[in-house]
């Protein structure tokens, strides 16, 4: 078959070995004809482009590579001017190649059976299935990607490199392009709407995304009101297979500005691994992600405008994540993190991760929150608010695959944490976690909470009245559930101001803990920090480590403090007094040892 009768350019060159058939581009119009061409050729298509191409004159027919299966090695080369992306279904690999384009993408406007939309300016979707070695490696993308979802869409991916990522690897890839999606009336089930630098989503087990970067503005805005899942992050939106996410960073403003969706999952790097429906009736999680390594600079913010009260989950790194067993590690933030959507149910905002959903034993280490990354919650009309340095909110179920220990290691915060916002039911605040809570069985010591090394410089601010029912504000963490924990070697020296209105039942600071569940016990702990409240009410209780402990047993050990509580300074004399402010036992049995004033 001639390279006239399947319709190339002259001067595209195929190999002698047809099996293996190789071409040369070198101008737009190869491209093109290429392109228009691919489905004609071999799985093991070798392309090769030679040239930097401006493909604005063929723009407006540009028609995507179908189901390519081979090499596109770009040899360093630009294609700019398309308004498409490159491929549809990417079933190979391609390297070394920048792709600067404009594309303005609109969703069905019928109601004629279709597939999920995704969609991305280098392909739709990329695929392992038919070739397990299948990769894109070094691929730049610059440019805009915008999508105007329609009215039948129940499902879109929006991305600056590919919509989904199917168990291919991605390597050494960067998006700079502008990402948006605007969003319309979405009703149904599983409707999702998904945006993120890299992919929009990664689907089927073996995906790896490494040392991959996001500069470009990541938005999803309202150009109407949706009903959908709203799922965004700076590399990834949304991630529901055993992925590895490692060494990956994100330093573009990831904002999140749909109007009443489902839900809202807003990360840095990631929004969501997995969601709270991958717990099957069997209390087994269906899809587990990994991250390692992951790093966010860039302002992190869910300004939602949502008329019904639903969950928002904002994190510096990640903002939901349904984990098995697995260990997050090595993973940063210095960008700002912020919630201020008008209503909301469960706000869990945190500087590394917002919410952490534990199925089986789980851990978090060696990760830190920069000064530069304020944790704000301005949000109004919230259910319940849970805010930390670290992790908004640590939770679980209360199924019996659920009570397993969770292990926090070497964590840092050393951002402000500020609240302005309002809650009907509780505000839960710490240096490190605004929870940790994981549906144990009260006191069952295989379900104990481990938190070592940690440590909070930090100031915590509540600046507007609190109007929680139930307020708790902790250096390290605000709230701890049913179940032990044990603290070691943690330090704050972060100051705690909360300000309290009239109506607030009870409100529990500690430089350590806020309040604290069955058998808390704290080893070696130190605070400098100072408690302070501004505004009176009957329950108020201040303390250098534990506002309050809820358990029959309280160990508190070889721990070392100082600063004020509540205006009160700590001394040598007194600092016995002020370990912890109250306990909910009527006979608590303490055990209170080696413990001393911190001298200057």
Known sequence: CSQQAMGLASNLVIGDNYSHPRFRIETPEDLYKWAKSESKFTAWDVVNLNADLDMSEYAAEFIEAVNFEGTFNGNNKTITGLTTPLF?????????????????????????????????????????????????????????????????????GVAGLVGSCNGITVENCENQAAVEVKTIVLTGTDVRVLAGGISAQSKLDAT?????????????????????????????????NNAKITDCSNSGAVTNSAA??????????????????????????????????????????????????????????????????????????????????????????????????????ATLQNSSNAATGTVTVDASSCINIYEGGVIGNKTSNNGSNHKKPVTALNLENRGAIVNTGTASTSIRIGGISGQFNYGAVVGASSNDSYTSGCSNYGNITCSAPLQAKHTAIGGIAGQTGNGAIAIYDSYNEGNISAEVASNVENLFVGGIGGTFGTTPSLYGCINKGDIAKVGEIGNAYGATLLGRSGGSTTVIKDCKVAGTVFGIPITAENFADYLCATYSNSKPSKVLEGNSFLSE
Not at 266 to 272: I, K, N, Q
Not at 273 to 280: A, R, S, V, W
Request: net charge neutral; charged share 10%.
């Open 88 to 156: 549809a279904n990417l079933y190979g690999s391609v390297n070394n190649l920048t792709l600067e384009s404009n594309i303005t993408y609109k969703g069905r406007t019928n109601n004629m059976p279709g597939h999920n939309q995704v969609v991305g300016i280098l392909a739709h979707i990329a695929y392992n299935t038919k070739h397990e070695d299948a990769k894109i490696s070094n691929v730049t993308t610059k440019g805009s990607i915008t999508v105007e979802m329609g009215e039948f869409d129940k499902y879109f």
């Open 260 to 361: 009443n969706a489902s839900a809202y999952f807003t990360g840095g790097v990631l929004g969501s691994l997995g969601t709270q429906k991958d717990i099957n009736a069997s209390n087994s999680v269906a899809w587990i992600g990994t991250s390692e390594g992951c790093t966010n600079s860039g302002a992190i913010h869910d300004n939602s405008q949502s008329a019904t009260a639903v969950n928002h989950c904002v994190g510096g790194v990640i903002g939901f994540i349904c984990n098995n067993g697995r260990t997050l590690d090595d993973m940063s933030n210095s960008g700002t993190v912020r919630l201020s959507s008008p209503v909301c149910k469960d706000a869990s905002v945190g500087g590394i991760i917002g919410q952490w959903y534990q199925y089986n034993t």
């Open 208 to 240: 790896v995304v490494n040392q991959c970067k996001n500069s470009g503005a990541v938005t999803i805005s309202s150009g109407a009101t949706t009903q959908a899942l709203s799922c965004i992050g700076g590399v990834i939106g949304f991630v529901e």
